[in-house]
């Protein structure tokens, strides 16, 4: 698998998500949010966690409007595969390539704890190493991951399994207790939760290393 | 630009003494300017320049083989092998904090990173010491909220874990809260970089964001006593931007790995002036500023706001000038400003233009070396001989007390508003003794712990500054690592009251002792005085924020107990009950002497544990609470219950120094036993971790009932 990590000023999670990256295969490079093109043969753009130009905007906002997102949204058109953690999910939502939006949390506080996670949908290529329907534990950490859409796109959403993961106890009121979505065609996700920072024993789980290598593996096939 | 007239209002306002003011005159055989004796006065105020606390931190132990760089720069530097080097400091933020807590403590937040990565390290822990008024008290509620809010905001932001910190209450705190914060970075031993400047006509360049008035007279608001024109100090505090100062570290770290920097110095306390000042004085060089070239936020800005800004965010440096564009272009790259604003001189001068005109030309080296020293009046406190009362009440309704009171509560609702796990290196989040994260690629762990007991420093203020050491020692040990130095944050009231300056000279005194015995040099710190309203001052709080080494992770002890442990003592009970948790929570009383330590039994009963961690399953220090605080918060950690044999209060609530709670499977317990016996070490059983009781002596309840309780305290407290 080849990977590009996009680095945003502000991005605090890219070194991160290219760990859990490389321990599961992949070879990683980290892409400047100025550059107007993704390298070549890339297979994963990984959007990182982070405060993107400060969240000062709408989180994700101002990312949104970066040279390197045209290539991001080209990418995502023609079939790549886009993964979004956390301030990365902000971003994708900005971009219109995942519906909805993440609102505030609920409690008006920042959240950073781990927390249950039911896999709802293990039909995607992220989501492959696991089980439909597997409780899983994650960390959040985040202010605004509330996440909002209108009905009819959260009828449209469960309908077509694009749900891919919901709280067990949900933290920040996100509606239908979504923590994360994929895109149509499955191959853009977009999840408040740090699968990268449960990827190693020293971390206190490793629940996140399924989606890593369950990934890698998916593309191999592909 | 005319400037004000030099009128003895004028000086006063600017905090001189008279005889401060003669000595400005003396140096300069004129007059200052407005803007000169803004200089001075940020120069020579309490919070830059150490004038009442100097004799006294000249005391301290600040060396031992594993120190690269001790106090003095921004921040201590601490070889942890392999070419490696963990740079760290904590540092006040109080009276800015009390005045506007999120911002407040947000910029505490960032000026203590700007220290860590100014000296070339990348920032991988941070941890913070809150003292706050009793939770009844009308401010509280509203000022924990916002300093954690800014921690948070600042610290989340910006990318670093938040892994460890205190969280106490006590009225004496209710005018004053104290926001201490500590940072702690990872570089390369022979990559730190130093402040001092070297070579004549060198640019001195501006990093960073603009100039604006906020902050300006910071440092000396900082340095005053607080009174009720309080609301008048708020446009002082500066506003924090933590993705400026993320933007600004990647862009020094890729500058310093250029080659580029000479020397480098963050503009915080009286910014522009401080550190410019600094850069000369250690360099033995004046410098040249032209004020025209600093990039500024605001227009029509004077010589004096330029000079006596605090806004966040901003470096000084020296280039090597042949890397000009190279350097530059960095900086472009991360859309910061980039300004040379002057030059270093051959001649002891700090000279300050501004459209054209000198608006201040000074003796560099005498606004730092000759600054104003004092050997202040003190004395010791009265010796605290009275024997506490033991309070007639239950164990277990003691113990249920001690875990609802806001001190012990769990604080979950402090920490999970902080980031504890970005980088993903974070070994052990908050909430269970000292915090611990990898260094990066490596199999070692660095753990950091902060400490002291305020109640113990006020009633002995020796015993109380070796005891916060300890504690901190007993903290690193606990987990299974060497602890390697300490960085001293001494909060205190006013020095010009002897009794106060008594506390001050008596816990330096204590803290020296125990350094020494412990081999836990002071590196780096910072001195809050002036932390009084209206005449009434904080208990003496000086916080120790301390590092330890793990060589692998294979060394690490965990905090928690299993089902079927035996819980074994380490270190002697005497049942001292001397401000103890017990007697301040359940009567209201701070009777008695604090516990005496122990420093050559602290150090045995650390190697032990270090020595024999390999069948040690858990470990936790003893400290508020004693063991049966200990014994609970093991217990829990672990999912399971503990019943202690004894039942009576000194036993179970004694706060004895140099202690350790133990839990071990019964093989390992035995062995351990027989290693305390053969080292002469006391060590003994004191009951067995299981079930899902908490038992004290014949009286128990269920686990999951206190636990709840505990939990419960700061939502009900501060909002859910």
Same mark, same amino acid.
Do not use: I, L
């Given at each position: 698998m080849k990977a590009a990590v996009i680095v945003f000023p502000g991005s605090n999670c890219d070194r991160d998500i290219a760990v859990a990256l490389k321990q599961a295969g992949a070879q990683v490079t980290m892409v400047w949010h100025k550059d107007d093109a993704l390298p070549d043969g890339v297979d994963l753009v990984a959007v990182p966690g982070g405060f993107s130009f400060g969240d000062y905007l709408r989180c994700g906002a101002i990312a949104a409007q970066s040279p390197i997102a045209r290539a991001l949204r080209f990418h995502a058109e023609r079939g790549g595969y886009v993964l979004g953690i956390c301030n990365g999910f902000q971003v994708l939502t900005e971009l219109k390539l995942l519906p909805g939006a993440l609102l505030r949390n609920a409690g008006l506080r920042y959240i950073c704890r781990t927390v249950p996670l039911t896999v709802t949908n293990a039909g995607t290529a992220f989501t492959s190493g696991y089980a439909a329907g597997q409780t899983i534990a994650l960390p959040i950490a985040h202010h605004d991951g509330n996440y909002f859409a209108d009905d009819e796109t959260l009828a449209r959403l469960k309908g077509e399994g694009q749900v891919a993961f919901t709280y @067990?106890?949900?933290?920040?009121?996100?509606r239908h207790d979504i923590a994360g979505i994929v895109s149509a065609n499955g191959r853009v996700l977009g999840m408040m939760p740090h699968p990268e920072r449960a990827a190693d024993p020293a971390h206190g789980g490793t629940d996140g290393r399924a989606l890593f290598a369950g990934l890698a593996d998916a593309l191999e096939r592909v | 630009m005319t400037e004000p007239d030099i009128t003895p209002e004028v000086i006063a306002a600017h905090g001189f003494t008279p005889d401060e003011y003669a000595e400005v005159l003396r140096i300069l055989g004129r007059e200052p300017t407005f803007t000169e004796l803004g200089i001075f006065s940020a120069m020579w105020n309490e919070h830059c320049s150490y004038k009442s606390s100097k004799k006294w931190l000249r005391t301290l132990p600040t060396s031992g083989p594993q120190v690269i760089c001790g106090p003095g720069e921004n921040a201590g530097v601490v070889d942890i092998g392999d070419g490696q080097a963990v740079v760290f400091k904590m540092e006040s933020h109080n009276h800015p904090s009390y005045i506007e807590p999120h911002q407040g403590a947000a910029t505490g937040v960032g000026g203590i990173l700007r220290d860590v990565f100014t000296m070339g390290a990348r920032p991988i822990a941070a941890m913070n010491a809150l003292s706050f008024g009793v939770?009844?008290?009308?401010k509280t509620r509203h000022l924990i909220n916002g300093v954690v809010e800014g921690i948070g905001a600042y610290g989340n932001a910006f990318g670093v874990p938040t892994v460890g910190g205190e969280v106490r209450f006590h009225p004496?705190?209710?005018g004053n809260c104290l926001v201490n914060a500590f940072a702690a970075g990872l570089a390369d031993a022979d990559r730190i970089f130093y402040s001092a400047a070297s070579g004549v006509g060198m640019p001195v360049v501006y990093l960073g964001a603009k100039t604006g008035r906020d902050g300006v007279g910071g440092a000396t608001m900082a340095s005053a006593e607080f009174d009720d024109t309080i609301e008048e100090k708020r446009p002082t505090v500066q506003v924090g931007d933590p993705f400026t100062e993320k933007c600004l570290l990647e862009a020094c770290l890729e500058l310093m790995a250029s080659g580029a920097v000479i020397s480098i110095q963050d503009m @915080?306390?009286? @910014?522009l002036t401080c550190s410019a000042v600094e850069m000369g004085d250690k360099g033995g060089l004046g410098i040249r500023l032209n004020l025209d070239r600093v990039p500024q936020r605001e227009t029509a800005m004077s010589a004096y706001e330029m000079m006596l800004s605090e806004s966040q965010e901003r470096m000084l440096m020296v280039l090597k000038p042949e890397k000009e564009a190279e350097a530059r272009a960095i900086f472009e790259k991360w859309d910061l400003d980039f300004a040379i604003v002057g030059e270093t001189i051959p001649e002891d001068r700090f000279l300050i233009l501004h459209g054209n005109e000198i608006v201040a030309d000074l003796p560099l080296s005498k606004l730092s070396s000759s600054a104003p020293e004092y050997d202040r009046p003190w004395e010791p406190g009265p010796r605290r001989t009275d024997v506490p009362e033991v309070p007639d009440i239950p164990a277990l309704d003691a113990l249920t007390v001690l875990l609802t009171s806001p001190d012990l509560a769990h604080k979950a609702w402090v920490w999970e508003?902080?980031?504890?796990q970005v980088m993903g290196d974070t070994v052990r989040p908050p909430g269970c003794g000292a915090g611990i994260v990898r260094v990066h690629g490596t199999p070692k762990l660095l753990a950091f712990t902060s400490d002291v007991t305020p109640r113990y420093v006020a009633a002995n203020p020796v015993e109380g500054g070796k005891q916060a050491v300890a504690e901190a020692y007993r903290n690193l040990t606990a987990c299974g690592a060497t602890p390697l130095a300490a960085t001293d944050n001494l909060n205190f009231g006013n020095p010009e009251k002897p009794k106060i300056m008594g506390q001050f000279v008596g816990a330096i005194q204590g803290i020296g002792e125990a350094c020494r015995a412990l081999a836990m040099p002071i590196v780096s710190g910072n001195v809050s005085l002036y932390n009084e309203t209206d005449g009434s001052g904080i208990l003496p709080t000086p916080t120790i924020g301390a590092v330890g080494l793990i060589s692998s992770a294979d060394r690490l002890i965990g905090g928690a107990a299993r089902e079927g442990d035996v819980a074994l003592l380490l270190g002697t009970t005497h049942g001292h009950l001397g401000q103890s948790a017990l007697l301040w929570h359940v009567m209201g009383r701070d009777a008695g002497d604090a516990p005496a330590v122990d420093l050559s039994a602290e150090r045995a009963h650390g190697d032990f544990v270090r020595e024999n961690l390999a069948r040690i399953g858990g470990c936790t220090d003893l400290s508020d609470g004693g063991l049966a605080i200990a014994a609970f918060e093991m217990a829990e950690a672990g999912g399971t219950g503990v019943a202690l044999d004894a039942g009576d209060l000194p036993t179970l609530f004694g706060e004895d120094q140099a202690r350790y709670l133990i839990a071990a499977a019964p093989d390992d317990a035995e062995a351990l036993l027989a290693a305390a016996a053969a080292a002469g070490v006391p060590l003994a059983r004191v009951g067995a971790f299981g079930g899902s009781d908490l038992r004290l002596g014949d009286q128990g309840a269920p686990m999951a009932e206190l636990t709840e309780a505990w939990r419960g305290v700061f939502p009900a407290l501060f909002g859910a």
């Open positions: @067990g106890d949900n933290p920040n009121g996100s | 939770p009844e008290h009308p004496s705190y209710n @915080g306390a009286a @910014g508003q902080y980031d504890t």
